[in-house]
C-alpha cells in the first residue's frame, strides 16, 4: 500500500512516470521496509532499467540461497545473460522451496525450454 501510495505521488498529472522514477520510488521503499521481497523486486527493476547484469549484481549480495523468489529471478536473470548451467541449477533451487503447484509448474517450463 504504501508503494502504490508512493507511485501516486510521485506521478506527474496526466503525464507517464520514467523508469529512473519507478526505480528511486523502489529503492526508497526498499530502503523503508527493508523487505527481501522489495529488494529482489528493485533487482528486477535494475534489470528493466541496466539490463540483466545489474540486476543480477543487486541479487548477488542478498541471502536468497533459501528464498524461491529470489532465485526464480536470478534464474530469469542468468538465462537472459545466455549462462544457461547456472539459470538451470538456480530454476532447480527454486522449484525444490515451493510447495505451490503452478509456480512449479511455470518454473518446470522455464527449465525445459533451457534444455534440461
Not at 3 to 17: C, I, R, S, W
Not at 42 to 68: C, K, S, T, Y
Amino acid at each position: 500500500m504504501r508503494y502504490a501510495l508512493l507511485m501516486h505521488y510521485a506521478k506527474p498529472a496526466g503525464g507517464e512516470l520514467s523508469e529512473e522514477v519507478v526505480a528511486e520510488a523502489r529503492h526508497q521503499f526498499d530502503v523503508y521496509t527493508k523487505a527481501l521481497g522489495g529488494s529482489v523486486a528493485l533487482a528486477m527493476v535494475e534489470a528493466e532499467i541496466g539490463g540483466p547484469a545489474a540486476g543480477l549484481a543487486r541479487l548477488d549480495v542478498l541471502p536468497i540461497d533459501r528464498f524461491q523468489p529470489g532465485l526464480a529471478a536470478q534464474a530469469h536473470l542468468l538465462e537472459r545473460l545466455g549462462r544457461h548451467g547456472a539459470a538451470a541449477a538456480a530454476y532447480r533451487n527454486a522449484i525444490d522451496l515451493t510447495n505451490a503447484s503452478a509456480e512449479q509448474n511455470y518454473l518446470k517450463n522455464r527449465l525445459t525450454d533451457l534444455g534440461n
